[in-house]
């Protein structure tokens, strides 16, 4: 079983930046495909960003593209969100997960972290 563990988060201004780190235990996840999802209060778990195995055409929600960039270094078994230009509205828990195939939907990944809060003021 692996154990992913998210770092990074924190208290910013709009405009800022921030890199996320989702540091996996246990089992290797250097052959999954990693995701990055939010969650607000009383919303669905939103997906942000995935990257295959091979760190191949990362896939991003069309409200990060440009400005959040999904790497991962699989030496470290670690998977970073490079988040830039942030926003009010990127204020959530951010989660990582590792799943088999590279995917939008969060019931396609099959371990997750604890999440990690990102607060964005205007």
């Known amino acids: 079983q692996a154990q992913l563990v998210e770092s990074g988060g924190g208290s910013v201004q709009a405009g800022d930046s921030l890199r996320l780190s989702c540091a996996a235990s246990?089992?290797?996840?250097?052959?999954?495909?990693m995701g990055w999802f939010r969650q607000t209060p009383g919303k669905e778990r939103e997906f942000v960003a995935s990257?295959?195995?091979?760190?191949?055409?990362?896939v991003y929600a069309e409200s990060v593209k440009g400005r959040f960039a999904i790497t991962r270094d699989t030496t470290k078994d670690t998977t970073y969100l490079v988040m830039m230009r942030l926003k009010p509205e990127d204020t959530a828990v951010y989660y990582c997960?590792?799943?088999?195939?590279?995917?939008?939907?969060?019931?396609?990944?099959?371990?997750w972290g604890q999440g990690t809060q990102v607060t964005v003021s205007s």
């Open positions: 246990g089992r290797t996840v250097s052959r999954y495909a």
């Open positions: 990257i295959g195995w091979n760190a191949a055409n990362p």
């Open positions: 997960s590792a799943g088999v195939v590279v995917s939008t939907k969060a019931y396609d990944y099959d371990h």
